[in-house]
């Protein structure tokens, strides 16, 4: 007999998460190397059941791998400086090294760095080499990519997929760009959330004002983005919302002006990559840019 809400069933708690996730953790043999994220409490805590050597990373000094000095990296434009990329500093016993990644957005590219830096020096490979490594990144589809959208504008375009905690970092990004263009944030459904869809949509809603002039939601589940949005006091004539992707690509590409910095991110299922298709300036590229462009994609 079933006697919880049929949602619990197959919504894991985080606990669950991390029993799952942990797994690999556990099989390492004495002599192998863990890297964790000293940042996360619940990766960290691994280090207790580790048998092989830990190596950290994070942006706390007691890391292994330390991240600091996160900055974005700007050019002049026609209407004031336009994002190009981050750039930041890794420490590690002692030494520092300057990384620039360009074309992409957001404090979770530095983790990656910082991952990769850990494997790198336990590999022998110096804080030089490993910082010249990424003067060639190209910053993968979807993932807080910079593309340059129509009419000047541009595009954050993190659609590959969407959490609660994704989303508040990419609205903290679009919140940190210094400009006084309008910033657009186009937000899908968050799907796969379960009992928690309905207050963690809210909560982003509540997040929304102070990194957005304009709304725009795309699903049934995103409306709770702008509800909540509206009574935290955004005005209402700076709301949209929409039942699907495409449907709401055509508005944006109307409602666009000269300087603008638009957002995008949904959940997979959203297919969100189809809004930023519509206000790429070269859509002729949008294989190489973005994501799910597979013809078995293309034929859902």
Do not use: C
């Amino acid at each position: 007999m079933i006697t919880r809400p049929f949602e619990d069933i197959f919504t894991p708690s985080k606990k669950q998460l991390m029993e799952e996730e942990s797994i690999p953790a556990f099989k390492i043999k004495k002599g192998g190397v863990l890297v964790l994220n000293r940042d996360d409490e619940n990766v960290f805590s691994l280090t207790k059941e580790a048998r092989g050597e830990v190596v950290t990373f994070g942006l706390d000094k007691l890391s292994d791998v330390s991240g600091g000095n996160i900055l974005v990296s700007y050019r002049n434009g026609a209407r004031g400086k336009r994002p190009i990329g981050i750039t930041f500093r890794v420490d590690n016993n002692g030494s520092s090294v300057p990384v620039d990644l360009e074309g992409t957005l957001g404090i979770q590219n530095v983790y990656h760095v910082l991952s990769a830096f850990a494997v790198g020096i336990k590999e022998g490979i110096n804080l030089v080499r490993l910082s010249e490594s990424f003067k060639n990144y190209s910053s993968p589809p979807g993932r807080m990519k910079i593309i340059e959208g129509v009419f000047d504008t541009t595009i954050i375009d993190d659609t590959y997929n969407s959490s609660p905690v994704a989303l508040e970092e990419a609205l903290s990004t679009l919140k940190s760009i210094e400009s006084k263009e309008r910033k657009i944030a186009v937000l899908g459904d968050m799907l796969e959330l379960g009992k928690f869809s309905e207050s963690e949509h809210e909560r982003i809603g509540r997040v929304v004002l102070g990194s957005a002039h304009i709304l725009i939601t795309v699903g049934a589940r995103a409306k709770g983005i702008g509800k909540a949005a509206l009574e935290s006091g955004m005005d209402k004539s700076k709301i949209f919302e929409f039942g699907e992707s495409k449907e709401a690509g055509k508005f944006i590409k109307g409602i666009l002006e000269e300087g603008d910095f638009v957002l995008v991110k949904g959940s997979q299922g959203m297919r969100m990559e189809r809004i930023v298709e519509e206000i790429i300036l070269q859509p002729e590229l949008k294989e190489k840019l973005l994501v799910r462009q597979e013809k078995e994609w293309q034929e859902r």
